[in-house]
């Protein structure tokens, strides 16, 4: 079905993402129209990825867990006939979004936050609606998670479990680019309901940068109030939604055939993104002094096992994230997983052509646990060599943990590895 629309207001949008050759851009359909029951939506190349998969994946995670989120899809761009190239259509936390999703019309309860943990020390959050000039509530509600010491302080007021899925997702996924760099998140409370924590911008997610896939929370997390009350303190409540979400979806029996099909789905718009044009440009790279850009065989690769040199140092192959997570994660909580994919000998490629060939930063933690439960990939191995020269002064953690270990009697016994956390 086509749409037209005769009102509509087209811009260059985001900010580090002005970088690059191909540019954002975000649409405001005006005159009492829609899309879908959307008014505001993105255009994002995700130039700081090589697999235009990773902000879709986080999307149809949180889709699929049924918590509130963004959308996202694939679309061709056009400006005045010319082809600019692939894009990942998404929504945007407006006011539209939350009358569509929540029902509730002209809502004053929509925050944006930059620079913000959600402290009266650091909340810069703006309100959606500039209609709105009485904020009592909003720093009733910041001024309750400054004083709280424990979930009992903040049940009533925060959705408990929707914040700590998005906690888990972030850790699962290495999403460092929203509360942990406090942005890129709104805050919002339905009529008669419970703040909720609405993240976005996912293109960052599942690439590791520095972080390792054999990590804890501790080893992820930054020092934030809230996240120190509800999950670090007392991590019963929190454990139990990772794993849960881990058996639900972020396990490679559920992610890697649909990251298969997302392939097969925009492969050839990859391509034809990636064809220089007559005049020996390549499709909607406008700004000629921006960062460009991945290869074809970089896509296909990342979206693999292959880790890829990227602007911020480095990317997991996404495949790759997922198994080493989803092993670390089933080993650590002593779940019981797929035996196909906790597998050591499990077998897949990596394609030398691309690969990074730097150092992969690990911590000391993980370094003792993959040595204990024996299935790290020696490609990786590089670290503990060149520790001395380039990280002098990390200092190892030197408490040890002891291991649950079940005899083939079925007695539970008290096993020292050589773990440390």
Not at 181 to 194: A, Q, V, W
Not at 343 to 355: A, F, K
Request: aromatic fraction near 16%; glycine fraction near 4%.
């Amino acid at each position: 079905k086509q749409k037209s629309f005769d009102k509509v207001t087209f811009a260059i949008a985001g900010r580090f993402s002005r970088e690059f050759s191909k540019l954002q851009y975000k649409i405001k359909i005006r005159g009492k129209k829609d899309l879908y029951g959307r008014t505001q939506l993105k255009l994002r190349a995700d130039g700081i990825e090589p697999t235009y998969l990773r902000s879709k994946l986080i999307a149809d995670i949180h889709n699929r867990l049924g918590l509130p989120s963004t959308s996202a899809g694939y679309t061709t761009l056009y400006i005045n006939d010319e082809y600019m190239g692939l894009y990942i259509l998404t929504d945007s936390y407006k006011l539209s979004w939350i009358e569509s999703v929540f029902g509730e019309k002209d809502t004053t309860s929509l925050y944006k936050c930059v620079d913000s943990t959600l402290t009266y020390g650091r909340c810069n959050c703006e309100n959606e609606n500039e209609d709105v000039t009485d904020k009592t509530e909003w720093y009733n509600f910041i001024g309750s998670l400054d004083r709280a010491e424990s979930i009992e302080d903040v049940e009533n007021i925060l959705d408990v479990d929707q914040f700590l899925s998005e906690m888990a997702i972030d850790y699962l996924t290495a999403g460092w680019d929203h509360i942990q760099s406090e942005h890129n998140y709104h805050m919002y409370k339905p009529k008669d309901g419970k703040w909720l924590y609405l993240s976005y911008d996912f293109d960052l997610d599942l690439q590791g940068h520095d972080f390792y896939p054999v990590s804890r929370f501790r080893d992820y997390t930054k020092d934030i109030h809230i996240l120190e009350v509800l999950i670090v303190r007392n991590p019963d409540r929190f454990d139990k939604i990772v794993q849960d979400i881990v058996t639900k979806v972020f396990n490679p029996a559920t992610l890697f055939p649909y990251i298969d099909e997302l392939k097969d789905l925009i492969r050839e718009y990859v391509k034809k993104d990636k064809e220089l044009d007559e005049n020996g440009n390549y499709p909607g790279r406008i700004n000629e002094a921006g960062f460009d850009f991945f290869t074809y065989e970089a896509w296909e690769a990342n979206s693999e096992y292959t880790t890829v040199s990227t602007l911020m140092g480095y990317a997991f192959g996404i495949k790759y994230w997922i198994l080493s997570v989803y092993r670390f994660v089933c080993t650590y909580y002593h779940m019981e997983c797929d035996p196909t994919y906790m597998d050591e000998n499990y077998q897949y490629v990596i394609d030398e052509n691309v690969e990074y060939q730097g150092l992969v930063r690990k911590s000391t933690f993980a370094e003792r646990f993959e040595e204990t439960y024996k299935y790290k990939d020696p490609r990786y191995d590089t670290y503990k060599k060149y520790k001395n020269e380039y990280y002098p002064d990390e200092e190892e953690e030197e408490e040890p943990t002891y291991f649950e270990i079940e005899t083939a009697t079925g007695e539970v016994v008290m096993e020292e590895p050589s773990v440390y956390v």
